[in-house]
Each structure stands twice: as C-alpha cells, then as structure tokens.
C-alpha cells in the first residue's frame, strides 16, 4: 500500500471512529405556553341539519336499502306503477336435443356424485345418489343401482348392476 491510499485510509477510519464517539444531543428544553392559549376554548359546535331517509319495502326487491335508516317514524309508500312491467319479451325458442335444458338426455348417473373418502381401515366412501348420502366399501352395493368396484384416496369406482352394465369413476370436487 503506497501512502496516499494509507493516508486516506486513516483519514478515512478517524472520521469513523470521531463520529461513534460522539454524545448524544443535549435534551430539549421545557416548552413554555402562554396563559392566552391555556385559557382558550374551543368555537361553539354548529349543527348542520340532515334530512333522515327511512326503509320502506319495494315489492319485488328484495331486502331493503341497506344504507337507510332502519328505525324510526314510517316514511310514505313508493307509489306503485299503474301497468306491471314484462320481465322477458323474448319468444320461447326450443332447443335442440343434447342442448339446454330441456334437451338434455337424463342417464342413470345424473345426481350420483363423490362426497367423501375417509381413510381408516382400507377406504370407505360417501356417495350421493339422488340426494340421499351412503356410507360403503369396496363390494358394497349403492341403493339398488350401483356396486362399489374400487376407492381410492381421491376417487370411487361404480359399476351399473341393471342391463346394460356401466362403469364410471367419480372424482372429489368434480
């Protein structure tokens, strides 16, 4: 190291060690407040009127208006309108087989769905067919339509007992 880089150097570490060892500020000296400012009060409140909206029911809406007032004096019915307004003006189209829902064709596995699979000794499931819940194991029968053909962690295997038979593997949340 040449010396101008160790001047700088100890220059540089001086100032570092200079600037550690200094006190800290002196503390602030009292605050000191005139009798004026103590004795003040503040100005007298003014009041702004607001008008008060109370709730009242609109026929067909529902719940009421969330940001009304909900108690007080009963504020004057909405005036009802004299002819009663058409909900939908389109015609009934029907829809083609297979599309919408009054062309879709029903099979035996619509309402049947996997709502659970509790692991304990082997798998056991729970399986809704047509809103009613049953609890089975592998070889067990679902109602009188199905047989359970598997389960596993996430899924149960169902197999068709009538003419023609079926199988199809329903999965959690799907």
Partial sequence: MNRTSFAIFAAGAALAIAACSSQPPPPPLPVTVSQSLVTATPPPPVSTPVPVQHAHQVPGAGRPDPFVVLYGPAAAA???????VAVSTFPSIPS?????????????????????????????????????SYIVRQGDSVGSLFRVAAIGPDFVTLVYTGSPAAERTFTLGG
């Avoid at 087989?97 to 798998?123: K, M, N, S």
Wanted: net charge neutral; no cysteine; hydrophobic share 35%.
């Fill in 96 to 132: 083609l087989p297979g599309f919408g829902p009054g062309g879709q064709a029903h099979t035996i596995w619509d309402g049947v769905a996997l709502t659970g699979v509790v692991r304990g000794q082997g798998y056991t499931a729970i399986v809704a067919v047509n809103d009613q």
């Fill in 78 to 84: 909405a005036p009802t309108p004299s002819k009663p």
